[in-house]
């Protein structure tokens, strides 16, 4: 006999990404030259999700909210990525103060067929404003009560969004066991997506002079869906008041982006030099 957790896993299992038509409104692209269209392990497409937005403002610093910090690293990212890598488009799963279904951020991915997908976010520590430092998860199980509680806190996100129960198959964002189920889903990109996270977490040590806090996986809803490479990475703590005075100066900006940059610059190497 099926208990309601086992139909929960099941579906969440036997679900494979549709890729509907139509574009949003927050895309930003750019033209990819003809001829690599038909070049494999080609990157492409990337897209950038700036998490939370609109009436979802993510956690809470002293000066600052999460929506508006991640949004401004969304964007300086991507310009940087057209500047130098004129032959990549770059999508934006949100260019404002918009609130974005955490399902629809996936699908923007899906539909354009991106090649990597980056959601960017900044962390929180309940207990301790002493807590810093980066981290990158990917779409995995958890392994510690830290990396339950962040997916737990990202996830609870849905419960703004109408029909929330329809659209993610009856999944508790409150419930430890539904992330569980949510996360031994074998997302089909798990090594690429390990493998770039890594990147970005060695070059915010090197090039950022941040403390990283390491490749971590766990039960993402906004990386559940998409058929992809995937990460989410967090920037750093709002809780504590330096990293905070550090994200919310342009230097420190720059300093978060040009890591991922540089990050992402090594990936796209790696894997165009396959061909």
């Not at 509907?20 to 492409?44: C, F, H, M, Y």
């Amino acid at each position: 006999m099926l208990t309601s957790g086992s139909v929960l896993a099941l579906t969440l299992l036997s679900f494979r990404p549709v890729l509907p038509v139509g574009l949003p409104q927050d895309i930003v692209q750019q033209t990819t030259p003809a001829d690599t269209e038909s070049v494999p392990n080609k990157l492409r497409t990337v897209v950038l999700d700036a998490g939370h937005g609109g009436k979802d403002p993510g956690t809470h610093g002293r000066k600052v909210t999460e929506k508006r910090i991640v949004l401004e690293l969304v964007l300086a990212l991507g310009r940087r990525i057209r500047e130098e890598m004129p032959g990549v488009r770059v999508i934006y799963t949100r260019s404002g103060d918009r609130f974005i279904e955490l399902a629809e951020r996936s699908a923007i991915a899906n539909r354009n067929r991106a090649d990597l997908f980056i959601s960017i976010h900044c962390n929180a520590s309940p207990t301790s404003h002493k807590v810093y430092g980066t981290e990158t998860y990917t779409m995995g199980l958890h392994k510690t009560e830290g990396n339950l509680d962040v997916a737990k806190r990202e996830n609870a996100v849905i419960l703004k969004e109408a029909n929330y129960q329809q659209t993610y198959k009856g999944f508790n964002p409150n419930s430890p066991l539904a992330h569980i189920m949510l996360a031994n889903y074998q997302h089909a990109f798990m090594g690429s997506s390990i493998n770039f996270a890594e990147k970005v977490e060695r070059s915010f040590r090197r090039n950022a002079d941040r403390k990283s806090n390491g490749v971590k996986q766990a039960g993402f809803l906004v990386l559940w869906r998409t058929a992809m490479p995937s990460v989410l990475i967090e920037t750093g703590y709002l809780t504590n008041p330096t990293e905070e005075d550090f994200l919310i100066t342009e230097e420190g900006q720059a300093e978060i982006t040009g890591a991922i940059y540089r990050a992402l610059a090594q990936y796209k190497e790696e894997v165009e030099s396959a061909n």
